[in-house]
């Protein structure tokens, strides 16, 4: 991937709090072995705790060795309301 000319890849840490991404820790790895800027993300669900969100993704990160210099900001992945309303979805993801 590196050689085609991509500079950096983002790994998923979980989809809300209940799918996590088995392979997390290994991409994150595996993506600053290969000397790329490293992200990660995580799909947010609207309906569940958007605290305990977060808190999951640092949790993942620090288990999978920490950010370290270089590494782009978490990113929250929006792309659904679970049927909350919008200033419900916005007022999670603002605590998120």
Avoid: C, H
């Avoid at 600053?32 to 947010?44: D, E, M, N, P, S």
């Avoid at 305990?52 to 950010?67: K, P, S, T």
Wanted: charged share 20%; glycine share 12%; proline share 4%.
């Amino acid at each position: 991937v590196k050689n085609s000319g991509i500079s950096f890849g983002i790994a998923r840490v979980s989809d809300g709090l209940n799918t996590r991404d088995v392979q997390f820790a290994a991409n994150w790895a595996g993506i600053k072995a290969q000397g790329l800027v490293r992200g990660t993300y995580q799909f947010f669900r609207a309906s569940q705790d958007p605290v305990a969100q977060a808190d999951l993704l640092v949790d993942a990160v620090n288990a999978a060795g920490g950010f370290g210099p270089g590494d782009l900001p978490p990113l929250l992945d929006l792309e659904v309301t679970d049927g909350m309303s919008a200033a419900t979805v916005k007022a999670r993801a603002d605590a998120w």
